[in-house]
């Protein structure tokens, strides 16, 4: 079944509808990426990612920021490991991804704590910020941070299937 006319038909007896997409870390990636292909049909989409991985090069995230109905945030949790993938070097010390041919996140990032009580809005602009997660040294990564946000373990998790649309008759 394709999404695309499924929303469609759900939005258009909704008036101002806020349309909120969210995954959690290859979920996340999905997220950003339907959000984009989406954009002709939902205004003023927004998009909350829990671990996610870098999606795209440069040019993705400029077209994603030229975006101005867009609204990204991108949680991340203190030493988070997939946020850093797809690695942009091999050294022990983690970098950006600069230039044309890297990986790079989009912004938001909003960088939590180890415990997910304080939080940093990093670089508006910069989704390789070097003040928040891109600071960490790669030796301090967590995978046990990657499985647990806002006291949700997704340590064996099972993908929640929502009903077919066509059961709902009203929203």
């Known amino acids: 079944?394709?999404?695309?006319?499924v929303i469609a038909t759900l939005l258009q007896d909704i008036a101002d509808p806020v349309f909120v997409i969210t995954g959690h870390s290859l979920g996340g990636a999905t997220a950003i990426i339907a959000a984009v292909s989406l954009l002709d049909l939902v205004s003023n989409p927004v998009i909350y990612t829990f671990g996610g991985p870098r999606v795209g090069n440069l040019a993705f995230v400029n077209h994603?920021?030229?975006?101005?109905?867009?609204t990204l945030f991108r949680v991340v949790h203190n030493h988070d490991v997939v946020v850093h993938v797809p690695p942009c070097t091999w050294s022990l010390s983690s970098s950006?991804?600069?230039?044309?041919?890297?990986?790079?996140?989009i912004p938001v990032e909003v960088l939590y704590n180890h415990d997910m009580t304080r939080y940093?809005?990093?670089?508006?602009?910069?989704?390789?910020?070097?003040?928040c997660a891109a600071s960490f040294s790669r030796i301090s990564y967590s995978i046990r941070e990657h499985l647990t946000y806002?006291?949700?373990?997704?340590?064996?998790?099972?993908?929640i299937l929502l009903p077919d649309a066509n059961q709902f008759s009203t929203l």
């Open 1 to 5: 079944m394709q999404i695309r006319p």
């Open 64 to 70: 994603v920021q030229s975006q101005k109905e867009l």
């Open 96 to 105: 950006t991804c600069d230039g044309e041919g890297y990986p790079r996140h």
């Open 120 to 131: 940093k809005v990093c670089n508006m602009q910069d989704g390789e910020d070097i003040t």
């Open 150 to 159: 806002f006291d949700v373990n997704f340590n064996n998790q099972k993908a």
